[in-house]
């Protein structure tokens, strides 16, 4: 039976979700990929870190946090550790990258896989911003250190987007991707058009758990105008960053808006859309009216979905239903069983 040992950084809504996971499915791992999947180190921002390089107790790991808000701080594997100083001296085989997104750099979490990359150790990120400003330079760097660098969760949760054009869609050119993408503007534009407040949504929304740690990272448009990003990187190896989206959030819609729409037959969606013409890359994230009824108007709630043209295969439509956590963290799941998979 192998090993393989994960560096976690970040143990919020995603971290916990993919740790109860890993759990649940830890025995059917071994049975059926033979490996034992341990967690060496959990660091976090303001809670304390976790360090033991022969495996931590998930269950008590979050059970801690979910009671008190902070690993117990007389526990044997607590310390102080920073995640950069876990990626740079830890021992561990994977990094998962799960900090909060910062959209104006992407840091730190580029630096944390790029240095656990430079350290010859595979990496997985649920945080689009590093795919968003540095895609390019990780992809090289995982090629030259011959590491695996998977980052699944950074669009549509779990929904395989990336290991869906990799593993399936071989040879196809991408040409154009749009769709819905941001979860936290869907629900708002709907939940708005209800007649509830915009600050009751907010904290309805971060307590189910998929608004960023700075709201507006969603309203404005941010983290939509980071995935089109990704999306294009990898998809149609843009080589473009979130500044050259021409984006427009959705915190100038009112309620009149709305009602304007909706007397017209139509919904405001905040639409994500790149198009490649004449070896040109555009992106664009805007808040547009869509026909009641059409199939963009009907993604409701926390569902999305993503519309992409391909020269073999013209345009497929791939739609995700109503995510829960469950599925954030199953997206990280994918990309670790995908390492094990790949592991001589
Ligand atoms: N939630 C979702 O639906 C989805 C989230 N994502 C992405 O996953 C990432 C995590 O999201 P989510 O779990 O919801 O966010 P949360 O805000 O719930 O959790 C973030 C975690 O990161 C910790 N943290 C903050 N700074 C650091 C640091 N420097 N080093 C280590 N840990 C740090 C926080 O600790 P503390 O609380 O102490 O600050 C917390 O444990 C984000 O990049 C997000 O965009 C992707 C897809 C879906
Ligand atoms: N804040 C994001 C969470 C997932 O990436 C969203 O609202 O879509």
Known sequence: MKTLRLGLLGFGNAGRAFAKILEEKKQEIQGSM???????????????????????????????????????????????????????????????????????????????????????????????????????????????????????????????????????????????????????????????????????????????????????????????????????NVLMEADITPKEVDRTGIENITLKDIQKAESQGKVIKLLCTGTRTDGKVKASVKPTLVEKGSLLSVISGTSSVLQITTDLMGKLTIIEHDPELLQTGYGVFSDVLRIVRNLV
Not at 42 to 62: C, F, H, M, Q, V
Not at 82 to 102: A, H, Q, R, W
Not at 197 to 223: L, N, Q, T
Request: glycine share 8%; with cysteine.
């Open 34 to 232: 033979e490996c034992d999947i341990i967690v060496t180190g959990i660091t976090t921002g303001s809670r304390g870190s976790l360090y033991n390089p022969e495996g931590i107790d998930l269950k008590k790991a979050w059970s801690e946090l979910e009671k008190a808000g902070h690993f117990d701080k007389d526990g044997k594997n607590y310390c102080e550790m920073t995640s950069l100083e876990f990626v740079e001296k830890g021992e561990y085989d994977v990094i998962v990258e799960m900090t909060p997104l910062d959209i104006f750099t992407g840091q730190p979490a580029t630096d944390h896989l790029r240095r656990a990359m430079e350290r010859g150790k595979h990496a997985v990120s649920a945080n689009k911003g590093p795919i968003a400003w540095h895609y390019k330079d990780l992809k090289e760097l995982a090629e030259k250190m011959k590491v695996q660098f998977y980052y699944e969760t950074t669009v549509m949760d779990g929904t395989p987007i990336f290991n869906l054009k990799d593993e399936t869609l071989k040879f196809c050119k991408v040409t154009e991707v749009n769709g819905i993408l941001n979860t936290t503007t869907n629900y708002v534009l709907e939940e708005l058009a209800t007649g509830k407040a915009y600050d009751d949504v907010i904290e309805e929304g971060k307590r189910i758990g998929f608004v960023e740690a700075d709201p507006s990272m969603d309203i404005e448009g941010w983290d939509a105008a980071a995935k089109v990003t990704a999306l294009l």
